[in-house]
């Protein structure tokens, strides 16, 4: 982030493909590394999942007089199906600085970001760029975390967050992040991230992820390695002494949908079964019925961290089945963490959490497959409350 301010009149606008050379340079002069090339800019301006605004400015002399000129912009990232913006990429021209056209960027970014119905605006800054710290804290924006060697100096990013949404800010569980390390253990880096809140003395490491996928996995999916499905968490959360129960909409195996074979489709359920089995005798209670929102809070209020499985369809456009972990709710949104961080698209660790969805969106997304199944493990602390008496009504 490199933040300066021109003199002159200073208009904001959105980016225009005639703006690519003067974005490029201005990308050239303001970051020694980390640049966005001339490729992603285009693709940006293409996107209608990114914004990019750009001040102009009354500086360069020509036969006519003034001529507007690039001060600054703006580079905002929106995630499909969420409440989130982040605030990806500001700078200003060397050229413009002291004259407030960075505070003039991040406000209209946080316009545009209200506009789409945001509840919040997060960023990283560097951690030795104190500087854009300052200004931001002034801004409004707090710290809500770290990101460890984020840039490709291996230097820390704090991690910032304003939020839009009138109501105040919702009472979140505190649930440490962890990121899943392969495409197929979203089941098992939900579940820690659940355990460790209960249980801090928890080790989080690759090595607990992989186990807990191999206790959980339904062993077949339409391509690559086997999803987790509730009743394998539950079994996998239940032998490390956690208090839990299953809530699913009905008594099928999940996933079965995912795979065309009929012999695939034996093994899944046979699996499926086997995995009931071993629930009944742990007296793991496994309960047919959908939890909604209200359910979700009353859960969290008793103690519980619940685990969602959710379709990725309205966020990726994937038929995916996927893992988070709700953290809380307030009047018109949930708040996961999500294991998955996809840096290649641009995501970061700064997008996955406590991340806002519309209470609405969830509710269509937390449902997978052409049957609608959904699922809900609510997990306890060892020797807390009794998930078989301790039910959301």
């Known amino acids: 982030m490199s933040l300066a301010e021109p003199a002159g009149a200073t208009a904001i606008r959105p980016a225009a493909t005639s703006d690519l050379d003067a974005l490029v340079a201005l990308e050239k002069e303001a970051f020694s590394g980390d640049r966005l090339s001339r490729r992603s800019f285009r693709h940006l301006l293409r996107r209608g999942h990114a914004r990019i605004l750009v001040a102009e400015t009354a500086l360069r002399a020509g036969p006519d007089g003034e001529a507007p000129a690039l001060g600054g912009y703006v580079l905002l990232l929106y995630r499909r199906g969420t409440s989130l913006a982040r605030l990806y990429s500001i700078a200003v021209a060397r050229s413009a600085r002291g004259q407030g056209v960075a505070a003039k960027l991040v406000a209209a970014a946080e316009d545009a970001a209200a506009g789409e119905d945001c509840a919040a605006v997060r960023l990283e800054i560097r951690r030795d760029n104190t500087a854009s710290q300052a200004l931001f804290r002034r801004l409004g924006y707090r710290v809500f975390g770290t990101y460890e060697a984020y840039y490709e100096d291996a230097e820390d990013a704090l991690r910032f967050e304003k939020r839009l949404a009138p109501e105040p800010p919702p009472s979140l569980a505190r649930v440490p992040y962890y990121r899943q390390t392969l495409d197929f253990t979203c089941g098992p880096a939900a579940l820690i991230m659940a355990m460790r809140a209960l249980d801090p003395a928890l080790t989080p490491d690759r090595r607990l992820e992989l186990r807990l996928w191999r206790e959980s996995t339904t062993i077949f999916m339409t391509a690559g390695h086997g999803g987790c499905g509730p009743e394998g968490l539950a079994l996998a959360a239940h032998r490390r002494g956690f208090a839990v129960s299953v809530h699913v909409n009905g008594p099928g195996a999940f996933f079965t949908d995912s795979v065309r074979s009929p012999e695939k489709k034996q093994v ?14 742990a007296a793991v209670p496994v ?5 909604n929102a209200a359910a979700l809070e009353r859960a969290l209020a008793a103690g519980a961290v619940p685990l969602v499985l959710i379709s990725l369809y309205r966020i990726t456009r994937e038929r995916t089945p996927h893992w988070v972990v709700v953290t809380g709710l307030d009047r018109r949104h949930v708040y996961v963490n999500d294991p998955w961080v996809d840096e290649g698209g641009g995501r970061s660790a700064t997008d ?11 509710d269509r997304m937390a449902r997978y497959g052409r049957s609608g199944q959904r699922a809900v493990l609510l997990l306890y602390p060892p020797g807390g409350p009794n998930p078989t008496t301790q039910e959301p009504e």
Not at 268 to 281: G, P
């Open 268 to 281: 899944m359920t046979l699996v499926h079964e086997d995995f009931l089995a071993e629930l009944a005798e």
């Open 352 to 362: 996955t959490v406590n991340l806002p969805i519309p209470r609405r969106d969830f």
């Open 287 to 291: 309960r047919h019925e959908t939890l």
